[in-house]
């Protein structure tokens, strides 16, 4: 099922209603970012990547996923960085 940007919108809201903690946000970025690759919205994706990195920086399958929205910006040498 494709998601649109309002639908992924929709729910990051509903969650962050929920009141979670910064910490328990930043946790969940990795599944927001995923939400809105798969809405085609690559740089929302990436923001919220990056803030999943920020708190988790050994995590190799979110460097993976952010070197993958590199090259979809035909950013090769951002992506290399991210793959090594």
């Not at 990436?46 to 590199?70: M, S, V, W």
Request: include cysteine; proline fraction near 4%; glycine fraction near 4%.
């Amino acid at each position: 099922m494709r998601r649109s940007k309002a639908d992924v919108e929709r729910y990051i809201a509903w969650v962050q209603g929920s009141a979670p903690s910064p910490r328990k946000m930043s946790m969940k970025g990795f599944y927001f970012a995923k939400l809105y690759y798969e809405a085609k919205e690559y740089d929302l994706a990436k923001k919220y990547i990056c803030t999943y990195i920020n708190g988790q920086e050994r995590d190799p399958k979110a460097h993976r996923f952010l070197g993958l929205l590199y090259e979809l910006e035909e950013n090769t040498d951002k992506a290399v960085e991210c793959y090594r």
